[in-house]
């Protein structure tokens, strides 16, 4: 299974930006992962949970960005999106998409680096 991430990039604080994850692979059927999500990382720190949405449950944040981040899932194109509004600077990080096949493995995607100006 691959990851394609889209969409960091530069934006200034308020600014908006949207994240996709596209898998490939094989997935198997559209049930069978069983979560796909987003982690962030800044250089220094440990890598942390920005978003999950988990297979027939309700999606889960954290909470830095409950009210400002939506996370979506297309299960028929095997794709998560995570739109973020009201973006901070201390939101700059390199995000990265994963997800959890139904053999419990995870895979991680490449990052895309999201910079937010103030």
């Known amino acids: 299974v691959q990851l394609q991430a889209y969409g960091g990039g530069l934006v200034q604080a308020g600014g908006s930006l949207r994240l996709s994850c596209a898998a490939s692979?094989?997935?198997?059927?559209?049930?069978?992962?069983?979560?796909m999500g987003w982690y962030r990382q800044v250089p220094g720190n440990e890598r942390e949970l920005v978003a999950r949405i988990v297979r027939d449950g309700p999606p889960r944040y954290a909470d830095s960005v409950k009210g400002r981040f939506t996370i979506s899932r297309d299960n028929d194109e095997n794709t998560v999106y995570l739109q973020m509004n009201s973006l901070k600077p201390l939101d700059t990080a390199t995000y990265y998409c994963n997800v959890v096949l139904s053999t419990f493995d995870e895979v991680w995607g490449q990052g895309t680096l999201v910079t937010v100006s103030s």
């Open positions: 692979g094989s997935i198997g059927s559209r049930d069978s992962l069983i979560s």
